[in-house]
């Protein structure tokens, strides 16, 4: 399903093929815990990470994934190449396809680039996060990790806080968390909730007392600084008081409630300094699962067999 064609965003993906992820990811977090923890399945590929913003986690942990699969790993840095003579994305997406990559990853701050470079190249494309469109590699690893701690993610409630509006993250969350049967909730101020979400299947709260109330996954957001127009609430300290996530607040969901952050956390102002370094905060796990999933996902759209490859 996957094979040949990459990952623009989990709007595309059909319900068994997010199962078929995540299974997938499941066998690989094995590996992470060998002594010696590479297996050849990737070994004569080649993987290059497109990175034009920037990231610790999701670079680092597509890097290591590669290595761990054996493949050759090449990370092209924005700031040291062409593009700082002014040559185009595009021609540069395009250079790098004529040295026959296996995939592409790419992340880039405007929404779309990825599927506007996947259109042109040879290469599959995994986009690593586009503006605020899709982060579809963020979404699988949360719910890998939720389905570790509360084995279903069917009949789940999951509640987003914060930043919905400028958060690719939060947008691929809903799209995957409702197609596996969840009910998804978002929370946050007026300024930074988009018009019509509802549309996306999901209820819209501006009170952090109703949306906690019955939720198993709490997730919140980090505040897209770099990508607000203007102030969108009057001021960190009245978000915290808002918005932010304690203990206190956190007895509003269910007792065995599960918190969560993609990272990297605002201390303080999205979560306590508390949750976000002990659980029942769960972030440290989503890090680990990174390099899973992204093992998972580069074995099923560049990896397999010849022989399968052939039959497909
Ligand atoms: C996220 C991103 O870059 O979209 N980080 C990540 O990949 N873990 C979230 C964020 O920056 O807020």
């Known amino acids: 399903m996957l094979l040949g064609k990459g990952l623009l965003g ?10 078929l992820i995540l299974e997938t990811a499941q066998r690989m977090t ?15 590929r080649t993987l290059i990470n497109l990175f034009f913003e920037p ?60 599927k506007r470079i996947a259109d042109v190249l040879n290469a599959p494309v995994i986009n690593a996060g586009d503006g605020a469109h899709e982060h579809p590699t963020q979404a699988l690893l949360d719910m890998l990790t939720v389905f570790q701690q509360k084995d279903r993610l069917d009949g789940l409630t999951v509640a987003i806080i914060g930043d919905i509006a400028h958060s690719r993250v939060a947008r691929s969350n809903i799209y995957g968390f409702s197609k596996m049967g969840a009910e998804v909730r978002v929370a946050g101020p007026p300024t930074m909730l988009p018009p019509a979400i509802e549309v996306l299947g999901v ?13 198993d996954v709490v997730m919140a957001l980090r505040i897209q600084n770099e990508r607000l127009e203007g102030a969108c609430f009057p001021s960190v300290r009245e978000y915290a008081a808002t918005f932010g996530i304690d203990r206190a607040k956190l007895r509003y969901a269910k007792d065995d409630a599960i918190v969560m952050h993609p990272g990297p956390v605002n201390r303080g102002v999205e979560l306590s300094h508390d949750l976000a370094d002990h659980r029942p905060s769960v972030i440290l796990d989503q890090v680990r699962n990174g390099v899973a999933l992204r093992m998972a996902l580069l074995y099923l759209v560049v990896g397999r067999p010849q022989t399968l490859r052939a039959q497909e």
């Open 10 to 19: 989990i709007e595309d993906l059909e319900r068994s093929e997010i199962e």
């Open 30 to 44: 094995e590996i992470g815990t060998r002594d010696v923890k590479k297996v050849p399945t990737l070994r004569g």
């Open 55 to 114: 990231s610790t986690r999701t670079q680092t942990s597509f890097e290591i994934a590669g290595k761990r699969l054996a493949a050759d790993v090449v990370n092209f840095s924005a700031s040291s190449s062409s593009l700082s003579k002014k040559e185009s994305i595009l021609d540069t997406a395009k250079t790098l396809d004529a040295m026959d990559p296996d995939c592409v990853v790419i992340r880039h701050k405007v929404a779309g680039v990825p």
């Open 203 to 215: 209820k819209a709260y501006t009170s952090l007392r109703e949306v906690l109330d019955g939720a």
